[in-house]
């Protein structure tokens, strides 16, 4: 498996994974993970490795996520005014764009519902670094990278 970098492949929005068949992809999010730890990654979804569907893996302090169809909750108050204190600025790489750093917006603290390997709902609530993570990879599944803030 190879990470996309080209920026065109990675500009769209991908399609939720049917529960039922969230087993199907073991074998794909253990190769993710190997990925990840072997480019100094923390974290790789779908579509840059060639898969336009809703999932990512985490990868952070040796523990793993496999995150399937995520939502954030509360998103809108990156459009809200007055709520610097729930910001943070966070200079950010990614490994379909290797070579750049660019400084983005992120929620400091961030509430989430996906699903696991395991077929189960997850509620959670992340802080830094694990937030920064969730939302810049959830970016990828809606078609945007780095290189857009």
Same mark, same amino acid.
């Given at each position: 498996?190879?990470?996309?970098?080209?920026?065109?492949?990675?500009?769209?929005n991908? /399609? %939720?994974?049917?529960?039922?068949?969230?087993?199907?992809?073991?074998?794909?999010? /253990?190769?993710?993970?190997?990925?990840?730890?072997?480019?100094?990654?923390?974290?790789?979804?779908?579509?840059?490795? $060639?898969?336009?569907?809703? +999932? +990512?893996?985490?990868?952070?302090?040796?523990?793993?996520?496999?995150?399937?169809?995520? *939502?954030? +909750?509360?998103?809108?108050?990156?459009?809200?005014?007055?709520v610097?204190? /729930?910001?943070?600025?966070?200079? /950010?790489?990614?490994?379909?764009?290797?070579?750049? *750093?660019?400084?983005?917006?992120?929620?400091?603290? *961030?509430?989430? %519902?996906?699903?696991?390997?395991?077929?189960?709902?997850?509620f959670?609530?992340?802080?830094?670094?694990?937030?920064?993570?969730?939302?810049?990879?959830?970016?990828?599944?809606? $078609?945007?990278l780095?290189?857009?803030?």
């Amino acid at each position: 498996m190879d990470i996309i970098t080209d920026i065109d492949k990675l500009r769209q929005n991908c /399609e %939720t994974v049917p529960i039922n068949e969230i087993p199907n992809y073991n074998n794909i999010i /253990e190769e993710m993970y190997q990925i990840c730890m072997r480019s100094n990654g923390v974290g790789l979804a779908a579509p840059q490795i $060639g898969i336009n569907k809703r +999932f +990512f893996v985490m990868y952070w302090n040796g523990i793993t996520f496999a995150v399937f169809n995520p *939502i954030i +909750f509360d998103s809108s108050i990156l459009d809200a005014v007055n709520v610097d204190s /729930e910001l943070i600025k966070f200079n /950010e790489g990614c490994l379909s764009v290797p070579g750049q *750093i660019r400084t983005t917006t992120r929620l400091k603290r *961030i509430t989430v %519902t996906y699903y696991n390997l395991h077929q189960d709902q997850v509620f959670d609530e992340f802080d830094l670094p694990l937030s920064v993570i969730f939302q810049h990879e959830t970016d990828h599944l809606n $078609g945007k990278l780095i290189i857009d803030f």
